[in-house]
Nanobody
Framework: VQLQASGGGLVQAGGSLRLSCAAS????????MGWFRQAPGKEREFVAA????????YYADSVKDRFTISRDNAKNTVYLQMNSLKPEDTAVYYC????????????????????WGQGTLVTVSS
């Protein structure tokens, strides 16, 4: 399985970015997907997750009402629309895939995901 994240970049505070994660190698429509991020010197943290069908989503409190996760199973791609960006959103963003993540109520757990993308850097300037 390969996950290829893209869409990161430099943006001013208050701006927007859309991250994409293209998947290949197994049945994407059976995977729950998650976005995590890691800032310099900090642990990797959960950002958002979406179940296999797109019918359920879950967000970290820090991004709720600003970020939106979505997926297109026909394109084997998951997205993270990020609005009203803040300097504290600066991090490397990683996408991840796993099976039964929502069913097991483990959306926040990095160990629940089997495969990870390489990360894309988001930098928000003040």
């Amino acid at each position: 399985v390969q996950l290829q994240a893209s869409g990161g970049g430099l943006v001013q505070a208050g701006g927007s970015l859309r991250l994409s994660c293209a998947a290949s190698g197994r049945t994407f429509s059976s995977d729950d997907m998650g976005w995590f991020r890691q800032a310099p010197g900090k642990e990797r943290e959960f950002v958002a997750a979406i179940n296999w069908s797109g019918g359920s989503t879950y967000y970290a409190d820090s991004v709720k009402d600003r970020f939106t996760i979505s997926r297109d199973n026909a394109k084997n791609t998951v997205y993270l629309q990020m609005n009203s960006l803040k300097p504290e959103d600066t991090a490397v963003y990683y996408c991840a895939s796993g099976r039964l993540v929502f069913l097991r109520a483990t959306t926040r757990n990095t160990g629940a995901y089997d495969y990870w993308g390489q990360g894309t850097l988001v930098t928000v300037s003040s």
